[in-house]
């Protein structure tokens, strides 16, 4: 299994930014895929996930209006859309996937299984 991501670079507040996370080596569409993010010495928090099949969708209060997570299952792809980016948004952004179904739609990064090597996001006033 093996997730790539992309797209992460350095905006202006009130900026937007995509992030892509390219899964293969399974169907990532049966089991729970997420963003999560890590500032500077702070935990890896939760910022948008997707469940399993049903493809029930949740955001943190932190990022909920601004963000919109979602997935093309032809390209094996999920994204992160980001809008009106404000400099406490600045972290290393990760893709996750579990394999456990019962983990789908974790907020906890514990239950991911498979991560993505991060992209990077800087948000400057």
């Known amino acids: 299994v093996q997730l790539v991501e992309s797209g992460g670079g350095s905006v202006q507040a009130g900026g937007s930014l995509r992030l892509s996370c390219k899964v293969s080596?399974?169907?990532?569409?049966?089991?729970?895929i997420g963003w999560f993010r890590q500032a500077d010495g702070q935990k890896r928090e939760m910022v948008s996930v997707i469940g399993d099949n049903d493809g029930a969708k949740f955001y943190s209060d932190s990022v909920k209006g601004r963000v919109t997570i979602s997935r093309d299952k032809a390209k094996n792809t999920m994204y992160l859309e980001m809008s009106n980016l404000k400099p406490k948004d600045t972290a290393v952004y990760f893709c996750?996937?579990?394999?456990?179904?019962?983990?789908?739609?974790?907020?906890?990064?514990?239950?991911?299984?498979?991560w993505g090597q991060g992209a990077r996001v800087t948000v400057s006033t």
């Open positions: 080596g399974f169907a990532y569409d049966d089991y729970g």
């Open positions: 996750a996937a579990t394999v456990d179904s019962s983990c789908a739609g974790s907020i906890y990064a514990g239950d991911y299984d498979y």
